[in-house]
């Protein structure tokens, strides 16, 4: 049987972005409301499987309803811009599902959505239409079935006309008389003063309508009674202003809503642009898109040991290889092989050595040409190919191209940054993807040997063919210096450290789960006490129970399972009861104990004692690098149990200390030189503290009078300029209203009209050039910055402001490790360069080295990039990372 889902867009977007904390993508594009949005569709395609569908939207602020009365929905708060650019995003997000939506100039997604069920209805069609706002109760009928989000957006409540009847004891059509004498405060709705819900349920049992309560006014009493006929004419209004209006002229043929599923192309794509990774897990898109129109010929040899020696012969000094290995941490990954290819004018020939072959006797030559600095070769992604050789003994040397690296240069936001992907971009021979080769998770297998050798041929060929086409587009794009001086070395400088990895003293840390166990005990201890019971804290049911039966506390958000006992909720509880602080303090214990106790416990390598990060240098649009297995960028450090984490990361060798040197305010330093503001510049050439020198000017006191506050606040407001903030993010931050938030800005700009002078300019050059660069011309495209839509544009504005900074600060740092490591080789020291965590690098260091490196680490950071404003670098030592900070 058909059914049509209709979704008020606008609605479940605000509840969305509410409902979820602020999540954002390697972008900075916000991602929340989008992801709250995305999931609420899956799960109404599993459980509903519609036959048709839509989405409806408002199409602007003003319709007709504001010619009746100005103020409707006038007491609205400005939507977030952090919210506002999500919406293009819902939209292109709803193309890729292939879901149909629509909007119309004058009128609110209200009526679209009334005009359509009145449609049903008359047709006898089922509609199950979602939405957040009770207005819709109005359209329930034997046909329309109306699904309610509660507080989150998981969960929904379903109404029909008797649900209706036994909830409020009204009709549908009698809603649009209960906001008539109510009002409705989200929308301006005046209704009638001191009228709540009780009251008019109570009217309308009596009356029945907003009409038959005015005409027997003189039976209510008091001040009711002067209420009422003192404000007839606003209840008659309101309900009108209430009434969904169900004639909009539009197309409401059953066909044009069908729904035939998505585009898994499309969504897929969209997914990876969102960095929605649990959601790519979890659905099987299928096979990933191939240009069939480009694939070329190929003749892929198997190389066997009889002909190994044979083939290796030809082997020129330049080679386009692949080195193939299966698992995502590269430290761990299982050699597959290796392949190059030959094009030698008359046919395309590809050899493949398998692992076996290529680790025994007959290996051996193969495996000195790829040790040889003097024979180049041109790869895709050589940080992962050098670690996965090395991990079998074998040296990667001579690596003149890296494709990936070039690829994320030339376009950072590129949502499919693989080989099958980047082919496809540039229309050159087709490389399937690797799921379809080998499988995914229980189907993986390796393919016969033909099947084998020839797609890693072709990723071979497809190799040789994409780098003259990169280093050509570097050279439009003068990128050739961060290329080749700074990205393709650090490649080299990462796989080195991370070979090397940092040890873990595991006595230590298993002693430090103890200590945490002992404390959750304790803290456990003292619930049960506060609560008067014991229970399961780890169990939500258990503990909403608690906090919301047995000590009463208000209950904010309820599910289909019981009450939401969310981080969210929890923090607005915490000053009602002590029980909540304690909870809170034994769930961030409980992460620590699991997340970082036993997580780096099962990531040291038996054989090194020691945790091997990876570092991906193609991910953040910024520039930043990124840590994985284990992400050591993601210690917490604001526990004092967190810090102590630190405690156990120690030197490899006895009497050997660990060297940590930290990057100063270093976006700040970023920004003064670049926006050339005066106050900026002087703060930090007289070496000011930069938070106290904001709150000076700002708040306009001398520096005695900036108290912690003061500092606190600029400090927010210091790096919230930096990284893009909004009123609303600001007034989250420091728990100010965004009215405060939005002034305490414009007084920032007041006084640094430098800053405010370079983000008005860089929006402009942005317009002009399509794209904004670092000072190292680090390119972020912004192709939103001429965009029609206010959302889309305003997004591209914040980030053309902020990549310029925040992105030049990476380039610095990774200069300065780039630097560090030839400094270390020019001065034959033992000291070795560890981990790079944000601004700050990690040495290990002899106890004869400790004064030389104290003396050169700032030195070499400080001298990494000519600003007019000082860099500056703090470094201290100690026997633990935690003793060095």
């Not at 570097?474 to 290329?483: A, T």
């Not at 407001?717 to 009123?727: C, E, L, P, R, T």
């Not at 034959?828 to 944000?838: D, E, I, N, T």
């Amino acid at each position: 049987m058909d059914k049509l889902i209709i979704i008020d867009g606008n609605s479940i977007a605000n509840r969305a972005f509410y409902a979820l904390p602020l999540l954002s993508n390697s972008n900075g594009l916000h991602t929340n409301a989008v992801y709250g949005f995305t999931t609420m569709l899956l799960k109404l395609i599993e459980e509903e499987k519609p036959t048709h569908f839509l989405v409806a939207f408002d199409a602007g602020k003003i319709t007709f309803r504001h010619k009746e009365y100005a103020e409707y929905k006038g007491g609205r708060a400005k939507t977030p811009p952090e919210l506002s650019e999500q919406f293009p995003l819902i939209k292109e997000l709803l193309t890729a599902f292939k879901i149909p939506q629509f909007e119309l100039s004058g009128y609110e997604a209200d009526d679209i959505i009334g005009t359509l069920t009145k449609a049903a209805d008359e047709k006898g069609e089922k509609v199950l239409l979602v939405s957040g706002d009770k207005d819709m109760l109005q359209l329930a009928s034997d046909h329309v079935t109306v699904a309610i989000t509660r507080k989150g957006i998981s969960e929904v409540e379903l109404y029909n006309p008797q649900e209706i009847k036994e909830r409020y004891g009204l009709t549908p059509g009698q809603i649009i008389d209960l906001k008539g004498l109510m009002g409705d405060t989200s929308d301006n709705i005046p209704g009638i003063p001191g009228v709540g819900e009780k009251t008019a349920l109570k009217m309308l049992h009596e009356y029945g309508s907003v009409e038959e309560v005015l005409a027997n006014s003189a039976n209510l009493k008091g001040k009711m009674k002067e209420k009422v006929e003192e404000h007839a004419k606003d209840a008659i209004m309101s309900k009108e202003l209430a009434t969904i209006f169900r004639e909009v002229p539009m197309e409401t043929q059953w066909d044009t809503f069908r729904y035939d599923g998505f585009d898994g192309q499309a969504l897929s794509g969209m997914f990876r642009k969102l960095e929605f990774k649990s959601l790519l897990e979890k659905m099987d898109f299928g096979p990933g898109a191939v240009n069939e129109e480009q694939v070329e010929t190929l003749e892929a040899v198997a190389v066997s040991e009889e002909n190994l020696g044979e083939l290796i012969a030809k082997l020129t000094d330049s080679a386009a290889i692949h080195v193939e290995a299966v698992g995502e941490n590269p430290h761990q990954a299982s050699l597959v092989g290796v392949v190059w290819f030959v094009d030698d004018g008359a046919a395309n020939v590809s050899y493949y050595v398998p692992s076996e072959l290529l680790k025994s006797a007959a290996g051996e030559p193969l495996r000195v040409w790829l040790g040889d600095e003097a024979k180049k070769k041109q790869l895709f992604d050589l940080h992962r190919a050098r670690l996965v050789l090395a991990w079998q003994g074998i040296t990667l040397a001579g690596v003149d191209f890296d494709a990936l690296l070039a690829a994320y240069l030339l376009d950072p936001t590129e949502s499919n940054l693989s080989l099958s992907g980047l082919t496809f971009k540039y229309g050159l021979p087709g490389v399937k993807t690797d799921e379809e080769v080998f499988g995914k998770g229980a189907k993986f297998r390796l393919p016969d040997l033909a099947a084998l050798s020839d797609h890693l041929g072709r990723k071979a060929m497809a190799i040789a063919r994409i780098v003259p086409v990169l280093r050509d587009e570097l050279e439009k794009s003068e990128m050739q210096s961060l290329f080749y001086e700074l990205e393709q070395p650090l490649a080299g400088v990462l796989a080195e450290m991370e070979l090397r990895g940092i040890h873990v003293d595991a006595e230590g840390l298993k002693a430090l789960g103890v200590e945490l166990v002992k404390q959750l005990d304790t803290i456990m201890t003292s619930i049960y006490k506060l609560a008067g019971v014991e229970f399961n804290i780890n169990s939500p049911k258990q503990l909403g129970e608690i906090l919301f039966e047995k000590l009463g506390l208000p209950a904010w958000k309820k599910t289909k399972t019981g009450y939401s006992t969310d981080a969210e909720v929890l923090e607005r509880l915490a000053p009602y009861n002590e029980i909540v602080g304690q909870i809170l303090h034994y769930r961030q214990l409980a992460k620590l104990q699991s997340t970082y106790v036993e997580g780096l416990l099962k990531e040291v390598r038996p054989e090194t004692g020691k945790v091997h990060t990876y570092y991906r240098q193609t991910i953040a649009a910024t520039g930043r690098l990124s840590s994985q297995f284990p992400n050591l960028q993601n210690i917490p450090i604001r526990l004092e149990e967190g810090r102590k984490i630190r405690k156990v990361f120690v030197p490899s060798e006895p009497g050997w200390y660990i060297l940590a040197a930290d990057y100063s305010q270093i976006e700040l330093r970023v920004l003064a030189h670049i926006s050339q503001d005066e106050k900026l510049k002087e703060a930090f050439l007289q070496n000011m503290d930069i938070h106290t020198k904001t709150a000076m000017d700002v708040f306009g006191v001398a520096e005695s009078a900036v108290d912690a506050n003061m500092r606190r606040q600029a400090k927010a407001v210091n790096f919230g300029i930096v990284y893009g903030i909004s009123d609303y993010g600001l007034s989250q931050n420091l728990d100010i209203t965004r009215k405060d938030a939005a002034q305490f800005i414009e007084q920032y700009f007041a006084v640094f009209q430098g800053v405010r002078k370079y983000m008005d300019d860089i929006v402009k050059d942005a317009r002009r050039d399509g794209y904004v660069t670092t000072l190292l011309q680090r390119r972020r495209y912004l192709p939103e910055i001429t965009a029609s839509n206010f959302n889309l544009r305003s997004f591209a504005e914040r980030t053309a402001m902020n990549t310029p900074i925040q992105g030049t600060a990476a380039d610095i740092i990774k200069l300065a490790m780039v630097q560090m490591a030839d400094r270390l080789k020019q001065e034959g020291l033992k000291s070795r360069m560890l981990l790079q965590v944000h601004d700050e690098l990690v040495f290990e260091v002899p106890e004869e080295e400790l004064e030389t490196m104290r003396r050169i680490v700032p030195e070499v950071m400080a001298a990494a990039l000519q600003l007019d404003v000082p860099l500056s670098a703090d470094v201290d030592f100690g026997l633990t990372w935690y003793d060095a900070k």
